[in-house]
């Protein structure tokens, strides 16, 4: 099982490098192995094409004999296209639709790429149908992904040595397994946990802080986006050791310990606000209003069916409205 309970595809974990490195044979090379490879079955591919590699020949689907030469920059062994892809994966969610979900968001970000790839047209329409089908998952984890998925592609293209169902296994497995850490992570701890913070630091009547608050996750989650392109890139399939650590569960641990801390801050708060004002004008239907706010927080707790909890919210609803 992967982080989060979502499952790792076995030939996947099987495929996955053991250590770092440039796209290459040299990051495929288990240390102090000699040429052995790790990984079984699913190596056997990358072993033949480096086999041909050695002997001369030309192992990969790439036409353009300039094409390999294009696919990095002499800096850092990067592609040049590493910053348009992160700008295009900004707008991820920007064409989903029901069906594939989020595909299209993935195509259009692997285009500057492609482009600059060098790849034959043939090679190509195959790339474009392998992204365009069903893929889903977190948009702020995406681009670790994202990374990784450019790192095996321009093996792929250089020498053959990525089998395509390696690809189709590190895109569907990864996504589930990203999926449910950043659900579990964004969705279900850290953000609940700074809306908190926004209002805990807009009690006092002030309207700076809540705006920081959110000023500074937005910049910290870009910066963080693209530093997680770059490190998906770097890795490769050594993804899935990434993914493995145990310190995703500690970080989505802490957020819901926040969150639940600052709710409890909150609703205190709230309580001694508004018993204060009991003897004001309007001071008990302040009270009644939190009590009722506070038993409808509680009733949502449970998990209840959608046409059920519609019906129980529009009387309270209508019974807050004439408080």
């Not at 870009?222 to 997680?228: G, S, T, W």
């Not at 709230?270 to 018993?275: D, E, H």
Request: charged content about 20%.
């Amino acid at each position: 099982m992967g982080p989060g309970g979502a499952a790792l595809d076995p030939g996947l974990l099987a495929a996955a490098r053991p250590r770092r490195g440039g796209p290459g044979p040299a990051a495929l090379v288990r240390p102090g192995g000699g040429d052995r490879l790790a990984g079984g079955a699913l190596r056997q591919p990358r072993r033949r094409a480096l086999d041909r590699r050695r002997r001369g020949g030309h192992a990969g689907p790439c036409l353009d004999p300039g094409a390999a030469g294009r696919l990095v920059s002499a800096r850092g062994g990067r592609p040049d296209d590493l910053h348009g892809i992160y700008r295009r994966s900004l707008g991820l969610q920007g064409s989903w639709n029901p069906e594939r979900m989020q595909n299209l968001g993935l195509a259009v970000a692997l285009l500057p790429w492609l482009r600059r790839s060098g790849a034959a047209p043939a090679e190509a329409r195959r790339f474009c149908r392998r992204h365009l089908e069903f893929f889903n998952t977190n948009p702020y984890c995406a681009n670790l992904l994202l990374g990784g998925l450019v790192r095996l592609e321009a093996e792929n293209l250089r020498d053959g040595a990525t089998p395509v169902r390696t690809l189709t296994m590190f895109k569907d497995s990864l996504g589930r397994a990203l999926a449910s850490l950043g659900d579990q992570f964004l969705w279900l701890g850290l953000q609940p946990a700074l809306m908190l913070l926004a209002v805990l630091s807009a009690w006092p009547g002030l309207v700076w802080p809540p705006l920081l608050v959110v000023g500074l996750f937005a910049v910290t989650q870009l910066l963080l986006r693209r530093r997680a392109l770059l490190v998906g890139y770097d890795l490769g399939l050594d993804i899935v050791d990434l993914l493995g650590s145990p310190r995703w569960h500690r970080a989505i641990w802490t957020a819901k310990r926040a969150g639940a801390l600052l709710t409890g801050v909150l609703a205190g708060m709230t309580v001694v606000s508004s018993w204060s004002r009991l003897g004001d004008p309007g001071g008990t239907t302040t009270v009644l209003g939190t009590a009722l706010a506070m038993a409808a927080a509680l009733f949502l707790r449970r998990r209840w069916p959608g046409e059920g909890l519609l019906l129980a919210l529009v009387p309270l609803a209508l019974l807050l409205s004439c408080l």
